[in-house]
């Protein structure tokens, strides 16, 4: 084998992970959040801005509040998982430069005077941490059921503020009952991989 990660981690992350459709009655706990944050928080971004900021939907009156802006296929499954994650994306990323790029004197500023480069730094390093999120989850045992249908305006009025924009909703626990589809095609490498 090619790769150093044992069989049984690959198949915990890639090989046998898939999108969670149902979920048990089982909670997620404060302590497996901070686990899997624990790990994810060292996977790489740009100039280490980390924007990805986690809003997680505990109270029933945020749920059904949350529940009302998904897509209609995406609403029993929402109501019923035992934790949602809103994972947004903090366009002020650039304020904490300071702290976790300190030897970039000025990174901060160049942000700050360049709204649309801000933005786009924001959201493609915020869509990397989604994914490491996601197998964040996966390592702690749990199954992720991430989604793009929902009304954004609205979860970002509901939930976030001007400063941050909501980049996937995530269902968390340990799958139900009937959990997964049948699993669909990969592409072959020599469909996806180029040498040049």
Same mark, same amino acid.
């Given at each position: 084998m090619s790769l150093t990660l044992s069989p049984e981690a690959q198949a915990l992350l890639f090989r046998d992970a898939r999108t969670a459709n149902t979920f048990s009655d089982e909670p997620v706990t404060e302590e497996q959040v901070r686990a899997?944050?624990? *790990? &994810?928080?060292?996977? %790489?971004?740009?100039?280490?801005?980390? !924007? *990805?900021?986690?809003? *997680?939907? @505990?109270?029933?009156?945020?749920?059904? @509040?949350?529940?009302?802006?998904?897509?209609?296929?995406?609403? #029993?499954?929402?109501? #019923? #998982?035992?934790?949602?994650?809103?994972?947004?994306?903090?366009l002020d990323f650039h304020e904490e430069l300071p702290k976790v790029f300190p030897h970039a004197a000025g990174a901060r500023e160049r942000f700050a005077a360049d709204e649309a480069s801000r933005a786009r730094t924001a959201t493609f390093n915020a869509a990397l941490q989604v994914g490491y999120f996601i197998l964040g &989850?996966?390592?702690?045992? /749990? #199954?992720?059921? %991430?989604?793009?249908?929902?009304?954004?305006?609205?979860?970002?009025?509901?939930? *976030?503020?001007?400063?941050?924009? &909501?980049?996937?909703?995530?269902?968390?626990?340990? !799958?139900?009952?009937?959990?997964?589809?049948?699993? /669909? !095609?990969?592409? !072959?490498?020599?469909?996806?991989?180029?040498?040049?």
């Open positions: 899997i944050y624990d *790990l &994810v928080k060292y996977a %790489p971004t740009a100039m280490n801005g980390q !924007p *990805l900021r986690i809003v *997680l939907v @505990r109270s029933a009156e945020a749920r059904d @509040r949350l529940v009302s802006l998904m897509a209609p296929g995406n609403q #029993a499954k929402t109501a #019923a #998982a035992p934790l949602v994650a809103i994972l947004a994306a903090d &989850v996966r390592a702690a045992g /749990l #199954a992720a059921g %991430p989604m793009a249908g929902y009304d954004t305006d609205g979860i970002d009025k509901e939930f *976030l503020d001007d400063a941050h924009t &909501v980049m996937a909703v995530v269902n968390i626990g340990r !799958p139900g009952e009937n959990a997964w589809f049948d699993r /669909l !095609p990969r592409l !072959p490498y020599d469909e996806v991989v180029t040498t040049v």
